[in-house]
């Protein structure tokens, strides 16, 4: 069964937001406040966690910074309508989802379920022990074991941002437009765009030499983003 940390200082979005995801078959805990959700998170790590932004004393940006700093953990963001800089902001420091209130329990539920279906999916079979890896100049990712290195170097991805490099890696070449890539990434299909525009944003932050001059992921004006995959490194020796 897996678990899931709900944070929200408000008792009524709580608990209704607690019996749907138990009635969906997750085993459900509940913090009201930044102190208390990270020490439970340090203490018994949760599967996923439903973090409100705004918080008394902690807000859930810094929440969500904090239990992330110690390992990767999905997380989604509750945050109020029309409020699209906070947003922006839940996902810029590592939120995977965000769920606009007054929210749908329903559509929360399956929001949940996305995340974690995407955290731990089992990539195709493949011929070989290596064919699964994906490799691209210094760049090196392991779907099987969800792992991806640069020069080596594990890099710090959130979920959406590994699923977001391995789409990059398999179509090297090819413009894909912002709504192709929330479809095949995010599995929506229909959402705010600029959640694609912020974790590309991240995404070039951990993978390019220059993010502010990409030279992997290259905007392509009118269409979308392209991934220009880079010679091997040392000329492939």
Not at 100 to 125: C, D, M
Not at 172 to 184: I, K, N, Q, V, Y
Not at 204 to 209: A, M, N, S, T
Request: charged share 30%; proline share 9%; with cysteine.
């Amino acid at each position: 069964m897996k678990r899931v940390l709900v944070v929200d200082d408000d008792p009524t979005v709580s608990e209704v937001v607690s019996g749907y995801l138990d009635r969906a078959g997750f085993a459900v805990d509940v913090a009201a406040d930044g102190p208390t959700a990270t020490a439970r998170a340090a203490a018994r790590p949760p599967d996923l966690v439903v973090l409100d932004l705004m918080l008394p004393g902690m807000d859930g940006l810094e929440v969500c910074r904090r239990i992330r700093a110690n390992g990767p953990l999905p997380v989604i963001m509750l945050t109020a309508r029309g409020d699209e800089e906070d947003r922006i902001l839940g996902l810029e420091v590592g939120a995977d989802d965000y769920v606009t209130k007054p929210f749908s329990p329903r559509e929360l539920v399956l929001r949940v379920q996305s995340v974690l279906r995407r955290a731990g999916a089992t990539p195709p079979a493949h011929s070989g022990p290596d064919a699964a890896r994906l490799r691209a100049g210094p760049l090196a990712l392991d779907p099987h074991a969800r792992r991806a290195t640069r020069h080596d170097t594990q890099l710090p991805l959130t979920i959406r941002e590994f699923d977001l490099l391995e789409y990059f890696l398999r179509h090297p070449g090819r413009a894909t437009s912002r709504e192709e890539l929330m479809r095949r990434v995010w599995g929506w299909e229909f959402g705010d765009l600029s959640t694609v525009t912020v974790h590309v944003r991240r995404l070039r932050e951990k993978i390019e030499d220059d993010p502010a001059h990409p030279a992997l992921i290259s905007t392509v004006w009118g269409v979308g983003y392209r991934f220009d995959a880079p010679p091997a490194p040392d000329g492939g020796r």
